[in-house]
Nanobody, 118 residues
Framework: QVQLVESGGGLVQSGGSLRLSCAASGFIFSNYAMAWYRQAPGKERESVAGISRAGGRTNYADSVKGRFTISRDNAKNKVYLQMNSLKPEDTAVYYC???????????WGQGTQVTVSS
């Protein structure tokens, strides 16, 4: 059974930092590109950052480029998102997922709430 468990969210002031973690199980983690997504209230879920299977290639949404860094540890089946210089517009529930055909492949986990106060 596939499980995606996100953690590390919280309340932080504008300009602060958080590190999100995602623990994956139930599939061969190293066989999949992974990505972080976020969904703000009243908005569609959007991709924030992606990373290739071995971690050698990453991509970012323009809105987070230069502030967020995605990484992964295939030995631990985990993917991370380091978020720096946070802005109120980064407030959202953040999710991770395997990427197939450019979209999140498995059922979504519960996500982790990130709230950035101004």
């Amino acid at each position: 059974q596939v499980q995606l468990v996100e953690s590390g969210g919280g309340l932080v002031q504008s300009g602060g930092s958080l590190r999100l973690s995602c623990a994956a199980s139930g599939f061969i983690f190293s066989n999949y590109a992974m990505a972080w997504y976020r969904q703000a209230p009243g908005k569609e879920r959007e991709s924030v950052a992606g990373i290739s299977r071995a971690g050698g290639r990453t991509n970012y949404a323009d809105s987070v480029k230069g502030r967020f860094t995605i990484s992964r540890d295939n030995a631990k089946n985990k993917v991370y998102l380091q978020m720096n210089s946070l802005k109120p517009e980064d407030t959202a529930v953040y999710y991770c997922n395997a990427v197939v055909g450019g979209i999140g492949f498995y059922n979504w986990g519960q996500g982790t709430q990130v709230t950035v106060s101004s």
